[in-house]
């Protein structure tokens, strides 16, 4: 949780059940080189913590994967991304932190992919129910894994 | 920050007491509903970071169920309930006489009631806690309709470690084991009190005693 | 219960379907006839209305309406009505509330089966 791997096309890189956290795969179909970030938040501008973690938020967390990606021979001209999770596990009624932050959580990331100019070629989000999910990056294909689901390749 | 480390020995030990009467309800319960006598042990208590919830309950990859339930009002918090596959087709043996076949599926008709019954002995756990802390606190808590998952354990807790984290707050892990004759039953129940009611509470317990 | 008596009829009120089906249990088994559920406290007053039971078992937290307002409801239709509250532990003050809306008793839930029939007949008596 909270953090991004990156990797070449040897590898494959794993998540495990997203629930109202977000997956972020990004993919150079040219270098086969990609990153997946597990984001839990939106934004680290709301954050007061004093221990700011990047990789936990949504917009800066897509910032570093791609300046990693950069620096790893990646041109941002191919980058392809893929988006996953931001589920509403379960329901309050009207309690201060019913504030569905699986929504706000795709929102976020959307805005900050759009912002970055990388297409969203792919997504699985939103319902109810948790998502594990692998990146498999010699074909750039995500596999999600749902209990008692099918197997869905994206 | 640290809100447990600030704790004098008495007021941990006063948490803990909390927590074994908490136990010795839902074991009373239990075996109401089962017309067995129940055995418990000591329950384990540790407070830890919300980061490391996911490893102190196993691993963020498991498959869980979790039996959800909320405390409105004046000290707001958050009960989790947690039971392996396994523990949990124990008890839906235990109480129906049957045996789930097959895996854990709540989608499926035939598996309405299991369901329907783990959800109620979570809800009858979760609820012989929160007397537990009302009766010590002298309060009313009122509790919600409880909601039941099976799910991935990582995707079940995200939302409420999250919240945890951005207030910097504690979460009570308490680990406990139910001896029915010669069966064992282990589940984990998850406290997660909301910013301030932990404090508040602490301050009424320390007030009172 | 002897046969040539006329069976009490009971509606039971629980989200719950492993609720529902326990206190159905108990009720059949001593001599109660069980004519219909309800998972809701609006389903309750509806089939209070179309049923008109003698007696009612009543669960206190359901989602959507719970059991008090449901009392509050049935209440006014007959004040007469006979609702017995099925709560868990720690409700103190919702059974409280449920009992001035008009409720006769109230049992704490895992209840044993004869605590049930104990509660029934005393309201019935009474």
Same mark, same amino acid.
């Given at each position: 949780?909270?953090?991004?791997?990156?990797?070449?096309?040897?590898?494959?890189?794993?998540?495990?059940?997203?629930?109202?956290?977000?997956?972020?795969?990004?993919?150079?179909?040219?270098?086969?080189?990609?990153?997946?970030?597990?984001?839990?938040?939106?934004?680290?501008?709301?954050?007061?913590?004093?221990?700011?973690?990047?990789?936990?938020?949504?917009?800066?967390?897509?910032?570093?994967?791609?300046?990693?990606?950069?620096? %790893?021979?990646?041109?941002?001209?191919?980058?392809?991304?893929? #988006?996953?999770?931001?589920?509403?596990?379960?329901?309050?009624?009207?309690?201060?932190?019913?504030?569905?932050?699986?929504?706000?959580?795709?929102?976020?990331?959307?805005?900050?992919?759009?912002?970055?100019?990388?297409?969203?070629?792919?997504?699985?989000?939103?319902?109810?129910?948790?998502?594990? #999910?692998?990146?498999? %990056?010699?074909?750039?294909?995500?596999?999600? #894994?749902?209990?008692?689901?099918?197997?869905? #390749?994206? | =920050?640290?809100? +447990?480390?600030?704790?004098?020995? +008495?007021?941990?030990? *006063?948490?803990?007491?909390? $927590?074994?009467?908490?136990?010795?309800?839902?074991?009373?319960?239990?075996?109401?509903?089962? &017309?067995?006598? !129940?055995?418990?042990?000591?329950?384990?208590?540790? !407070?830890?970071?919300?980061?490391?919830?996911?490893?102190?309950?196993?691993?963020?990859?498991?498959?869980?169920?979790?039996?959800?339930?909320?405390?409105?009002?004046?000290?707001?918090?958050?009960?989790?309930?947690?039971?392996?596959?396994?523990?949990?087709?124990?008890?839906?043996?235990?109480?129906?006489?049957?045996?789930?076949?097959?895996?854990?599926?709540?989608?499926?008709?035939?598996?309405? =009631?299991?369901?329907?019954?783990?959800?109620?002995?979570?809800?009858?756990?979760?609820?012989? +806690?929160?007397?537990?802390?009302?009766?010590?606190?002298?309060?009313?808590?009122?509790?919600?309709?409880?909601?039941?998952?099976?799910?991935?354990?990582?995707?079940?807790?995200?939302?409420? $470690?999250?919240?945890?984290?951005?207030?910097?707050?504690?979460?009570? *892990?308490?680990?406990? &084991?139910?001896?029915?004759?010669?069966?064992?039953?282990?589940?984990?129940?998850?406290?997660?009190?909301?910013?301030?009611?932990?404090?508040?509470?602490?301050?009424? !317990?320390?007030?009172?005693? | 219960? /002897?046969?040539?008596?006329?069976?009490?009829?009971?509606?039971?009120?629980?989200?719950?379907?492993?609720?529902?089906?326990?206190?159905?249990?108990?009720?059949?088994? /001593?001599?109660?006839?069980?004519?219909?559920?309800?998972?809701?406290?609006?389903?309750?007053?509806?089939?209070?209305?179309?049923?008109?039971?003698?007696?009612?078992?009543?669960?206190?937290?359901?989602?959507?309406?719970?059991?008090?307002?449901?009392?509050?409801?049935?209440?006014?239709? /007959?004040? /007469?009505?006979?609702?017995?509250?099925?709560?868990?532990?720690?409700?103190?003050?919702?059974?409280?509330?449920?009992?001035?809306?008009?409720?006769?008793?109230?049992?704490?839930?895992?209840?044993?089966?004869?605590?049930?029939?104990?509660?029934?007949?005393?309201?019935?008596?009474?």
């Amino acid at each position: 949780m909270g953090e991004y791997q990156v990797g070449n096309e040897h590898d494959l890189l794993v998540t495990y059940g997203l629930g109202s956290c977000v997956g972020i795969t990004i993919f150079d179909p040219l270098k086969k080189i990609g990153g997946l970030a597990h984001v839990m938040l939106p934004s680290a501008k709301i954050s007061t913590g004093p221990n700011i973690k990047s990789g936990k938020y949504a917009d800066t967390a897509i910032r570093e994967l791609i300046s990693k990606l950069i620096a %790893l021979g990646g041109d941002i001209i191919n980058f392809e991304a893929k #988006i996953f999770g931001g589920a509403k596990m379960f329901s309050f009624q009207n309690e201060r932190s019913g504030m569905d932050i699986g929504n706000r959580n795709i929102t976020a990331v959307k805005e900050e992919l759009k912002k970055q100019r990388i297409p969203i070629i792919g997504k699985i989000i939103g319902e109810d129910y948790g998502r594990t #999910i692998e990146f498999e %990056l010699n074909s750039g294909k995500v596999k999600v #894994i749902s209990i008692n689901k099918p197997i869905i #390749i994206v | =920050m640290g809100f +447990y480390q600030n704790l004098d020995q +008495y007021a941990k030990d *006063l948490l803990k007491e909390l $927590c074994t009467i908490g136990t010795g309800n839902a074991a009373t319960s239990l075996s109401a509903i089962l &017309k067995e006598p !129940i055995n418990i042990e000591v329950p384990a208590l540790k !407070i830890i970071t919300p980061e490391k919830l996911p490893e102190s309950l196993g691993g963020a990859e498991l498959s869980r169920i979790v039996v959800f339930s909320y405390l409105s009002g004046q000290y707001p918090s958050k009960f989790l309930i947690i039971f392996s596959e396994n523990e949990a087709k124990k008890i839906v043996n235990l109480l129906l006489h049957k045996d789930i076949t097959g895996n854990i599926n709540f989608n499926e008709e035939t598996q309405l =009631m299991p369901k329907s019954a783990l959800l109620e002995i979570g809800n009858i756990i979760i609820s012989a +806690y929160v007397s537990a802390v009302g009766t010590i606190l002298r309060t009313i808590l009122i509790q919600s309709p409880p909601q039941i998952k099976f799910d991935i354990l990582g995707s079940i807790i995200d939302e409420f $470690c999250i919240e945890s984290a951005e207030t910097n707050s504690e979460i009570l *892990l308490l680990k406990n &084991k139910f001896i029915e004759e010669k069966k064992e039953i282990l589940f984990d129940i998850i406290f997660i009190p909301n910013e301030n009611s932990i404090t508040s509470i602490l301050n009424t !317990i320390k007030g009172k005693s | 219960m /002897n046969d040539t008596v006329k069976k009490i009829r009971v509606l039971i009120v629980d989200d719950a379907i492993f609720m529902r089906t326990m206190i159905r249990d108990i009720l059949e088994k /001593n001599g109660f006839e069980v004519i219909g559920e309800a998972s809701s406290g609006a389903e309750a007053i509806e089939k209070y209305q179309r049923l008109s039971p003698d007696f009612v078992t009543m669960d206190i937290v359901m989602p959507g309406m719970g059991g008090i307002e449901a009392v509050k409801s049935i209440i006014k239709l /007959n004040p /007469n009505a006979k609702i017995l509250m099925c709560s868990a532990m720690g409700q103190k003050a919702l059974v409280i509330e449920a009992i001035q809306a008009g409720a006769k008793d109230f049992v704490v839930k895992p209840f044993q089966p004869s605590s049930v029939i104990e509660a029934i007949t005393r309201i019935l008596e009474g």
